[in-house]
């Protein structure tokens, strides 16, 4: 069982302990891919942990952007956040409906706005199932609490920064993508866009830090995971996938491990692959 950590990971039974905490805040951070055919809302609405409140990984966004979901401008992450009873003081626990997939991506945001009190739930909402903890399909009862944020810039990249990275050699870009995705063997998901990978990157891919019962992997094995891939963990790193979901755990799994200069390219492989003018690799890293 990995280490409580409020500030990264913690476990069901901490949140079962905590969870009469006054200043604890719950959040469904669930997102699953267009063609699941799943409803991450309404099976919030149908069944979450008590007084979770739901976060919209596609609302909580930056709307104006034609790529999927990106970071929102601090003022709306302030509004929505403020409007779900979330502020300054709060200790935050996102978990999301598959165990570990998309639940980092707001803890990722959080850490992009310079709030550092928030923890994903080791497991998910699967074990905290399986452990017969308490679930019901109430509403959170609402109290405004005013929140201050400072966006921390460093802890996000854009389609040039990549590029000269990529060019330069001078960060670690890794790609969470499935390897036959990253090798270029299947075409990608979303139309329109071409196949491969980053120049220079080495692939990790996402679920190769997450045990089979959807917890983490210890930090011995998620560092390991690492350098079996060829990452040199002495450069800055720079985390992709397909739409900035799953970089996002690749970006929580360096955190785990104690590296802390990290990046995610919001716009991955959607935005990469859709420039004809940017180079893509294909084959192993």
């Not at 099976?43 to 709307?63: G, S, W």
């Not at 959807?214 to 996938?241: H, N, Q, W, Y």
Request: charge should be negative; glycine fraction near 8%.
């Amino acid at each position: 069982m990995a280490q409580d950590d409020p500030k990264t990971l913690v476990s069901t039974q901490w949140l079962a302990d905590h969870l009469a905490d006054p200043d604890l805040r719950i959040l469904d951070g669930s997102w699953f891919m267009p063609n699941s055919g799943k409803n991450a809302r309404a099976d919030y609405e149908a069944a979450h942990i008590p007084n979770a409140r739901f976060f919209d990984i596609d609302a909580i966004a930056d709307t104006r952007s034609p790529l999927p979901h990106m970071a929102p401008p601090p003022e709306r992450f302030i509004s929505r956040l403020r409007a779900m009873g979330v502020g300054d003081g709060h200790q935050v626990v996102v978990y999301d409906q598959a165990g570990i997939f998309s639940a980092p991506r707001v803890w990722w945001t959080f850490r992009l706005m310079g709030k550092t009190d928030v923890a994903v739930l080791d497991g998910g909402l699967p074990k905290w199932l399986a452990e017969g903890r308490p679930v019901d399909a109430f509403p959170a009862l609402i109290k405004d609490r005013h929140m201050t944020v400072m966006r921390q810039p460093e802890r996000v990249m854009d389609v040039t920064e990549v590029a000269r990275a990529s060019k330069l050699g001078s960060h670690e870009i890794i790609d969470a993508r499935s390897h036959e995705r990253f090798t270029g063997a299947v075409a990608e998901p979303r139309p329109g866009l071409r196949s491969g990978h980053i120049p220079g990157a080495k692939n990790v891919p996402f679920n190769t830090l997450i045990n089979a019962d959807g917890t983490m992997k210890s930090p011995d094995e998620i560092r390991a995971a690492f350098v079996a891939a060829g990452v040199d963990l002495s450069k800055p790193a720079i985390t992709s996938c397909g739409t900035g979901i799953t970089a996002s755990v690749l970006a929580f799994g360096l955190e785990r491990i104690g590296k802390h200069d990290w990046s995610v390219y919001d716009g991955s492989w959607t935005e990469w692959g859709m420039y004809t003018d940017l180079k893509v690799a294909t084959g192993e890293a």
